[in-house]
């Protein structure tokens, strides 16, 4: 009998999606059979600190209150740098005042299940402010922009369709904005307020990516050396552009079998 | 004459004691009680199965592993062939030096009488060599969680001893994690009967208690672990 690569019900996270959208042999590598990674990737530790720090600031204090921020620094180790700082200085200049202390690292989960297939949606949200008749919610990024309308990108409209329940339970408009964090950026894209048009064909893409994966029987890679060369499984990928030797370590004196 | 049907005891895996103070409780329940639920993928298992599989058959006589053994068979894709042979030129090159022959336990499920449930899971492969000496091996293809300096600090390890306990029981066991992609070992002896009465038991009964309680009010939390959720059917969180 042939595994099942999948289950009845398919999970989707917007990290998912992007590997699903960006390469598909990846995708079946990561997601689908857990691989381990083979090489290194872009490090995402800054990313996580930020993401991390921001939450602590906003969970206990103000992110427009210099001492508070000066002793989440401090108690994080990071009195003397000034880049991350930077980072949630600009933050503060896109919070939303008088909105209270918000949510932070929002897990969502949304269940698709007729017409089929089914799949299970997750995900979770940075941050959501509730304000002016308005479910606020914010995604950050310390990288660089790549797009010009946050509706463009599918990681965002997966995240919208989370959203959405909530926001109509408590009677407020919906809004999703990316917040540019790092120095060199100078502004953020287009925030999305989707409406029950844009929701719905998100549904239906969102199923299509689905019914995509269920079909899906050879998964090739996308063979473009500027992604591979990113990729965590460069080194084992059959279709990789960017072939090298994975990481592990190898052990003295045994020989693969002949 | 009428069968009758004993209620097999609650289920307890490796998952649900790492899990128990934090997994949603409807799940946790599901899993607890061994509730059927929708079918989860099984193609993440392969690799791993199949090296424990090569493995155990590297010591069907009393011998010590050679490369030869280490064979994957068809239905692998290229990337999981390359995380077979790493891991089977790890498993040589750390157990190598050992002559052993692998013993049959239940491969799945042992009951815990004293506290009432099953354990049901994997428990490593268990060998021992020619003079008696019984060991289990944790074999890990690819595991996130690092391999730790003692190897009953893991839950595996933990649930490895107990599987094990009654064909142990009385003697020592050599407990053995190993990292067979990193090319990582950590090892014990375990004296089975003074660690199962002084710690593994009064742990097991300890966690089984959080599971049992958290069962009990077995309300929905939805979360990121719905997508791996066996019981989304009837869920009140996804009606």
Known sequence: ?????????????????????????????????????????????????????????HQNGSCNDADHIAGVL???????????????????????PDAGTGEHEVERARFHRLPPPMFMATGRIDAIWRHRGLLDARDYKTGRPFTERVADDPRARLQVWLLAPLAQREGLRLRLRYEFLAAEVDDDPEPFEPDDDDLEAIEEELRGVVAAIAAEDRFAGVNDANLCKSCRFRSLCPDSAARGVPVWPVPVGVEARA | MAAIEVEAPPRVTPALLRWADTMCPRRLEGLYTDRRGNRPPDARFRVANRVFESARLAHLELAVPSPAAFSAGAGLEPEEQAVYDAAGRWYVALFGDRAVRAVDLDDWESTVEEVGVRLVGPAGLPVEDAAGNL?????????????????????EGRFAVMRAAEWAAG????????????GALVER???????????LQPWLAERVAVIRERAADAAPRPGLECAHCRYVAGCGAHA
């Open chain 1, 1 to 57: 009998m042939r595994d099942r690569l999948l289950g009845d019900i398919v999970p989707l996270s917007a990290s998912s999606l992007d590997t699903w959208l960006r390469c598909r042999r990846e995708f079946l590598a990561a997601q689908l059979l857990g691989v381990p990674e083979s090489d290194e990737g872009f490090s995402p530790d800054q990313g996580l600190l930020v993401h991390d720090l921001l939450r602590h600031v």
């Open chain 1, 74 to 96: 401090a108690a994080h180790n990071l009195e003397g740098s000034s880049a991350i700082a930077g980072f949630i200085e600009r933050h503060a200049r896109r919070c939303p």
């Open chain 2, 135 to 155: 060991e289990v091996r944790i074999l890990r293809v690819g595991a996130r969680r690092i391999v730790t300096g003692d190897p009953l600090e893991s839950i």
């Open chain 2, 171 to 182: 003697g020592t066991l050599r407990l053995c994690v190993a990292d067979l992609v990193q």
């Open chain 2, 189 to 199: 002896d375990v004296d089975v009967d003074d660690v199962l009465a002084q710690e």
